[in-house]
């Protein structure tokens, strides 16, 4: 029962590493990037046993001639390889449960991700309230843009003078005579 558990867990990583980075991926097959980023980010490749290389030259032995993508059974069959590589002191049984156990319920972390920037200087050049001029004009008072009203002079049709004081009374003179 508890085999079964742990190749369910092994099962959910193999399809949280095959869908990583790809908005079109399914989960049930996994291409050479995401079987790299797999073996670095559970550890696998440690840099002495097994390296980068390695990890490469597994991926190509297991898939398909034409394929470009690992299935489950293939993904199982690149560990067996690997395992004991990895693990040179226990027999291939013990390897193999051990680089289970690095792989069982991981996910594909975001290391290096850009995030935004909050520094003073991004603070005082975002900061509405000391914009001055006709850049002044393009925001409202809680510093919310205006869009378009606030980049273009918007042209009333009103057939007055911009600055006419009495616009609009026409009408109501010729109506009084």
């Known amino acids: 029962m508890a085999e079964c558990k742990d190749l369910e867990q092994l099962m ?6 095959a869908i990583h980075g790809d ?5 049930k097959e996994m291409n050479g990037k995401n079987w790299a980023k797999l073996c670095k980010d559970c550890k696998i490749i440690d840099g002495k046993n097994v390296t980068g290389t390695d990890v490469d030259i597994v991926f190509t032995k ?16 690149a560990l067996e390889e690997l395992a004991p590589k990895r693990f040179k002191g226990q027999s291939k ?3 193999l ?8 319920g991981k996910e594909p972390t975001n290391v290096g991700v850009t995030k935004v920037a909050k520094t003073a200087a991004v603070d005082r050049l975002t900061d509405t309230t000391k914009y001055t001029g006709s850049h002044k004009e393009r925001f409202d008072e809680s510093g919310k843009g205006k869009g378009k009203g606030g980049r273009e002079e918007l ?5 007055y003078v911009g600055s ?14």
């Open 164 to 177: 006419y004081k009495n616009a609009g009374t026409y009408e109501e003179k010729t109506k009084a005579k």
């Open 23 to 27: 908005t079109k991926a399914t989960g």
């Open 97 to 104: 449960q051990s680089i289970h156990k690095l792989i069982e």
């Open 12 to 17: 959910n990583s193999f399809q949280k590493f």
């Open 62 to 77: 297991v898939k398909a001639k034409t394929s470009r993508v690992i299935t489950y059974e293939e993904f199982q069959r």
């Open 155 to 159: 042209v009333e049709n009103t057939g």
């Open 93 to 95: 049984e013990e390897a």
